[in-house]
């Protein structure tokens, strides 16, 4: 260790274990997540019944309290103060009811009616709309509590990104190839299965998180309130400007994976393609492991901006090419390179906010 890290400890290079650690979470994040994307309108209408209105409104309120929620957790995360750091706790506390929550949303019980319609509901949102919001909250927010070398960020965001596509990789391939395994016939049966499976998996993945990954910038032990959060983001337009061009990247990247089933079934004549399909998330690590690389030759903003171009190219493309699977699915790939782009640097990018965020304001507030 050098000794400009050993006089300050907040500025230290991550062991390659806490990065591999860093990416299990979003690894985790995504084996539940990206099942619920994914399969949660195809489960509700063609397993579970219900009207595609009905899902339909279930997934849009959904949004709406993951927006609202969000908020919220990030002034939690900005309240917690213990003796493992602000976010890493929420890892060992969000870990098993992140499983059990899902496992409940891909739940098939013997309802009918309003009474179906309100348990979806409320076990989707639940575990899409609250708990995965939580997990995802302190995912972002730690990677500024864990150095404050830029060049240690980016590189432990990479990792982070390599394990979100491995994870949507594991999920998008293998969900309804297991469900048609596991369930022998029953789609009921072969989900409860599947998530169960996914879900444990995830929880074993943020414990480990939890175990290995330390957070070293010093925070006040001083509560933030919610008032002094919020003034924190007051004035901060590199924010503005970040959170709003992700939010509008996550609403089209969200329509592509809830309708990639269909598309194969309805398109491609397969709903089963829908797994070779999003299995091509996993060309996204190219992406992930050239950011540091990329970043080092341009700048940040310059990579997420060549990432949403490559990406727009390859979804305008998919409309070209609809009904040829082969071009589609080389369309879909580009779409992936350049998403994977996208999608990697806001994280990073947000680290350097709450930095200009404690500089503006005073106040630090990794959560919100």
């Known amino acids: 260790m050098e000794l400009n890290e050993q006089a300050n400890p907040a500025a230290a290079k991550l062991p390659v274990l806490e990065k591999v650690s860093y990416a299990f979470t979003d690894m985790a994040g995504n084996l539940l997540y990206v099942s619920m994307s994914s399969y949660i309108l195809y ?11 009905g899902a339909g409104m279930i ?7 993951d927006a609202v929620s969000a908020i919220f957790w990030g002034s939690i995360v900005d309240h917690t103060h213990t003796r ?55 995912i972002t927010a730690i990677l500024p509590n864990l150095t404050l070398d830029a060049g240690e960020r980016i590189g432990a965001n990479s990792y982070r990104m390599v394990g979100s596509l491995i994870g949507s990789f594991l999920t998008s391939t293998f969900t309804l190839p297991l469900v048609a395994l596991l369930g022998n016939g029953n789609n009921k049966r072969g989900f409860t299965l599947t998530i169960s499976l996914f879900g444990i998996v995830a929880a074993a993945l943020l414990l480990l998180a939890f175990k290995n990954v330390r957070e070293r910038v010093p925070v006040s032990t001083k509560s933030v309130s919610f008032k002094n959060s919020l003034k924190a983001t007051v004035g901060n337009v590199p924010w503005y400007l970040l959170v709003s061009a992700f939010a509008i990247f996550w609403i089209a990247q969200a329509d592509r994976n809830s309708f990639s089933t269909y598309y194969a079934k309805y398109n491609l004549g397969n709903a089963q393609l829908a797994s070779v399909f999003n299995g091509l998330q996993v060309l996204g690590i190219i ?82």
């Open 43 to 53: 489960f509700y209408t063609d397993v579970f019944n219900i009207p595609v209105s």
């Open 59 to 65: 997934i849009l309120l959904a949004s709406i309290v």
């Open 84 to 138: 493992w750091g602000q976010s890493r706790p929420y890892f060992l506390w969000l870990s098993i009811p992140f499983a059990i929550g899902t496992l409940l949303a891909f739940s098939a019980p013997n309802l009918h009616g309003t009474a179906k319609l309100l348990y979806a509901g409320f076990t989707y949102i639940l575990a899409a709309g609250v708990i995965y919001t939580g997990i995802q909250t302190t």
């Open 287 to 368: 992406s992930s492991i050239s950011i540091p690389f990329v970043v080092k030759i341009t700048n940040k903003t310059a990579t997420m901006l060549i990432g949403l171009a490559i990406g727009a190219a390859g979804q305008a493309l998919m409309a070209v090419v609809s009904g040829n699977f082969v071009l589609v699915i080389i369309a879909w790939s580009i779409g992936v390179i350049g998403s994977s782009f996208a999608m990697s640097m806001p994280f990073a990018m947000l680290a350097d906010t709450v930095d200009y965020g404690e500089w503006k304001s005073g106040y630090r507030a990794p959560g919100s």
